[in-house]
């Protein structure tokens, strides 16, 4: 028998033992295990009832997500779980940990299910650009029904011990020790006589769905206008659909149609990209898994303001106490209001329990004056956005801050080098870059300095684990990784509508592409202010000369009109909507501005908005490559899925590039170089990887 699958009897119960660290993921080996385990158990004579268990942190998560894509190899996972379900003993599946994907399918291929309460169940191949693919898809709704069974399949999201003990997914929850628990709750079975339950046979969970066959569309609409052009989920309503509409082998062989076809799709193999990216960007190649941490048990917030208040939420959440200072008394008393009332509206949404909130709000301690930070282990500043005064800052904090104290900056522009050079601990310094806001945005951009040392760089990744952010290691430049390459697209859009487009048909191409919104609503929603203001600073200077983006935002903001805040900018705004509605009275500013700029306007194409918008964010990666500013071409992508919102199914821009081919994109860059100037001149790697037939990401 496989070392991974094990079988021994204990008294009357036989008992199936699976161990494949970490995640007991079902991997050949383990479901050869399995397979060898149940015709074990089914020809035991003494055995009445067998039991499937995990050791280590989890039932299995899931199928082995390395084996997609390669040649499958036997025992298929539906064999196994068919070999299961068809024993004539009672099977019952002990879970504990993430029951996921096919670890479900298992759950659901058995006769019963028993968990502790603290066990997650769920069905993530939607996740990975796939669908169930073992009978979820078809057990699912038979046992729960069709509404939550959807619900689950098509979200992604787990549920509880609880709540599936209520919703019928797991018959019973085990207090104590799991597999005493579920040995105990085995013989019970055998006892009362119980036979194995199929749940292919179980009808009265889906009569409902069968009397209202309009639910499937309404589900379908309902999905399509969060999708983005994402398919998987509208793959698992075709999937479900057939629980109603054909009988169950028939069902199960269209949900294997369905997944093979997911299988081999862009989406799905971007999607197991990003999932392993994820896993990656947490890894810093100089700064081993066993690097001494700071225990992070107090923390400072320095300025209350827009950032501040959200990063001393996010202590908070990670249940670590919090002081959050501001040297103005009435902004900080603002900051703790607007931070009462972003709980007070996810409790009144019913995502957090008062009780947690008054616990979370408890952590939060107001102070005013910079001794307040003697008892944090770490301090994140996020007072104004000027030099002189976050090097005074830090200078104080370090005399008042513990000798081995970590100390952050939020900044968004400004040089982490020279901050930390005030301090007399820079190898402490560095930079937590949160995105706005900042209890909500997954992103954190962890900026490590010239002389930041492993332990406080290891410290702020782990914190920010426990605050639930990604977080990914940048060098020190100007805007890091993400505004860096921003700033790029921003550009070439702000060009293209002196050329030719118009703000609406830009946005409309990228959120074709994609992503939630266009440059030019996300520019009304940022402010078009702050733009106008520096540049309004550098004409002053003479530092703004040449070919600038601006230009009509600058006429824009002359009218007063700075986005969403004044319900004009871009677009216009009916009162109280943040749907963006095209102006009439913009497209005559932007017309008289291509004619006071010299430019004869002429059509641009979908494509080539696509290609200036996307391409020159791709070069500048390309140099934050040659750089060492990211660490991989995968971290990039992950910035800018989890800060930016580019859509996960296309991998990332850098994904993208590869899927494009890197070539074309090289060729494109240089053309614009010919037609734009300089701002297009290839990066080096860009040019090495177009000329060797190389990939960013290894694909
Ligand atoms: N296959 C292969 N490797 C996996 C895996 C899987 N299903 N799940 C996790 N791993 C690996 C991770 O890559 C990571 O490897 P590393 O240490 O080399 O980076 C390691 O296991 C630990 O994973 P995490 O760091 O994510 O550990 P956490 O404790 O934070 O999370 C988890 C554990 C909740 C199980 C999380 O890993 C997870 O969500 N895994 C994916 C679950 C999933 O999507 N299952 C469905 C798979 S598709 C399927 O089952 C198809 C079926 O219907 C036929
Ligand atoms: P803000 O203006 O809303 O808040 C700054 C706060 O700092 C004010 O409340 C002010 O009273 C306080 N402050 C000033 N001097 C202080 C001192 N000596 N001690 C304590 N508090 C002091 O600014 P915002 O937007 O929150 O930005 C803060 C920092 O975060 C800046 O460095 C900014 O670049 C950065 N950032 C901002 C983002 C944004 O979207 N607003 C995004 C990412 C970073």
Same mark, same amino acid.
């Given at each position: 028998?496989?070392?991974?699958?094990?079988?021994?009897?204990?008294?009357?119960?036989?008992?199936?033992?699976?161990?494949?660290? %970490?995640?007991?993921?079902?991997?050949?080996?383990?479901?050869?295990?399995?397979?060898?385990?149940?015709?074990?158990?089914?020809?035991?004579?003494?055995?009445?009832? /067998?039991?499937?268990?995990?050791?280590?942190?989890?039932?299995?998560?899931?199928?082995?997500?390395?084996?997609?894509?390669? %040649? %499958?190899?036997?025992?298929?996972?539906?064999?196994?779980?068919?070999?299961?379900?068809?024993? %004539?003993?009672?099977?019952?599946?002990?879970?504990?940990?993430?029951?996921?994907?096919?670890?479900?399918?298992?759950?659901?291929?058995?006769?019963?299910?028993?968990?502790?309460a603290s066990a997650q169940f769920g069905l993530p191949e939607v996740k990975l650009g796939l669908l169930p693919g073992a009978g979820g898809t078809q057990r699912l709704p038979r046992l729960i029904g069709v509404e939550p069974a959807l619900?689950?399949?098509?979200?992604?999201?787990?549920?509880?011990?609880?709540?599936?003990?209520?919703?019928?997914?797991?018959?019973?929850?085990?207090?104590?020790?799991?597999?005493?628990?579920?040995?105990?709750?085995?013989?019970?079975?055998?006892?009362?006589?119980?036979?194995?339950?199929?749940?292919?046979?179980?009808?009265?969970?889906?009569?409902?769905?069968?009397?209202?066959?309009? /639910?499937?569309?309404?589900?379908?609409?309902?999905?399509?206008?969060?999708?983005?052009?994402?398919?998987?989920?509208?793959?698992?309503i075709d999937a479900v659909e057939g629980v109603v509409t054909l009988p169950f082998d028939e069902g199960i062989a269209r949900e294997r149609a369905l997944f093979q076809e997911a299988l081999v799709s862009d989406?799905?193999?971007a999607l197991r990209y990003v999932f392993f990216a994820e896993r990656e960007v947490a890894k810093i190649p100089d700064v081993p898994k066993d690097t001494p941490t700071l225990d992070v048990k107090r923390g400072a917030v320095l300025g209350a303001g827009t950032m501040g208040g959200g990063i001393a939420m996010n202590f908070a959440n990670a249940g670590i106490a919090v002081t959050l200072v501001d040297v103005n008394p009435d902004v900080l008393k603002r900051g703790m209001e607007i931070i009462e009332r972003n709980y007070a509206s996810t409790v009144s949404k019913g995502r957090l329990s008062q009780e947690e909130m008054d616990k979370r709000m408890a952590l939060i301690t107001p102070g005013e004056g910079l001794e307040a930070v003697a008892g944090a282990d770490l301090v994140i500043e996020a007072v104004f956005e000027d030099m002189a005064l976050k090097k005074e800052i830090f200078g104080k904090l370090d005399t008042l801050a513990r000798p081995d104290a970590v100390l952050a900056t939020n900044t968004s522009t400004l040089d982490v080098n020279e901050i930390a050079a005030?301090?007399?601990?820079?190898?402490?310094?560095?930079?937590?870059?949160?995105?706005?806001?900042?209890?909500?945005?997954? /992103?954190?951009?962890?900026?490590?300095?010239?002389?930041?040392?492993?332990?406080?760089?290891?410290?702020a990744m782990a914190v920010a684990r426990r605050m639930g952010k990604v977080g990914a290691v940048v060098g020190v430049c100007d805007g890091f990784v993400g505004n860096r390459m921003l700033h790029q697209y921003t550009r070439e859009a702000a060009f293209l509508i002196e050329e030719g487009a118009l703000p609406q048909q830009v946005d409309k191409v990228i959120t074709g592409f994609g992503l939630p919104m266009g440059p030019f609503a996300m520019g009304d929603l940022a402010g078009l202010d702050i733009g106008f203001r520096v540049r309004k600073h550098r004409k002053a200077q003479g530092t703004l000369t040449g070919r600038y983006a601006g230009h009509v935002a600058d006429r824009l903001c002359e009218m007063e009109r700075f986005g969403q805040k004044t319900s004009a900018g871009y677009y216009r705004y009916e009162k109280g909507s943040r749907a963006p509605v095209p102006d009439p009275d913009v497209e005559a500013l932007i017309l008289k501005t291509s004619e006071e700029l010299g430019i004869a306007r002429r059509n641009i194409s979908d494509e080539e908005i696509l290609a200036r918008c996307l391409y020159p964010m791709i070069n500048e990666a390309a140099k934050i490559l040659d750089e060492g500013i990211a660490l991989r071409a995968s971290d990039v992508d992950i910035i800018w899925i989890n800060g930016y919102g580019f859509p996960a199914h296309r991998g990332g821009p850098m994904f993208h590039a590869d899927s494009v081919g890197v070539k074309s994109v090289y060729d494109a860059v240089c053309e614009f170089q010919k037609e734009h100037g300089d701002v297009w001149k290839p990066a080096n790697l860009l040019k090495k990887l177009a000329e060797e037939g190389g990939t960013f990401t290894g694909r």
């Open positions: 028998m496989s070392e991974l699958v094990t079988y021994e009897r204990q008294g009357e119960i036989g008992v199936i033992t699976a161990n494949n660290p %970490p995640v007991n993921a079902l991997g050949q080996g383990v479901r050869q295990g399995l397979a060898e385990a149940i015709a074990q158990g089914v020809a035991d004579g003494e055995a009445k009832a /067998l039991l499937i268990i995990c050791e280590g942190r989890t039932f299995f998560a899931g199928a082995d997500i390395r084996e997609f894509g390669k %040649p %499958p190899q036997a025992p298929g996972l539906p064999e196994v779980l068919d070999a299961i379900e068809s024993s %004539p003993k009672p099977i019952v599946a002990a879970i504990h940990g993430t029951a996921f994907g096919g670890g479900l399918e298992v759950a659901l291929a058995c006769h019963y299910r028993c968990g502790v619900g689950m399949i098509t979200s992604g999201d787990p549920i509880g011990g609880k709540e599936a003990l209520a919703n019928g997914l797991a018959d019973e929850l085990v207090e104590g020790d799991l597999r005493e628990g579920a040995l105990a709750f085995a013989r019970r079975i055998v006892a009362e006589g119980k036979p194995p339950v199929k749940i292919r046979d179980l009808t009265a969970s889906i009569e409902e769905a069968k009397a209202k066959p309009s /639910l499937f569309d309404d589900y379908r609409k309902r999905i399509a206008a969060r999708a983005r052009g994402n398919l998987s989920a509208l793959r698992c989406q799905s193999a005030a301090t007399s601990r820079p190898g402490q310094v560095l930079g937590m870059h949160f995105f706005s806001p900042a209890n909500v945005m997954r /992103l954190l951009e962890i900026v490590r300095g010239a002389k930041t040392e492993p332990g406080p760089l290891a410290t």
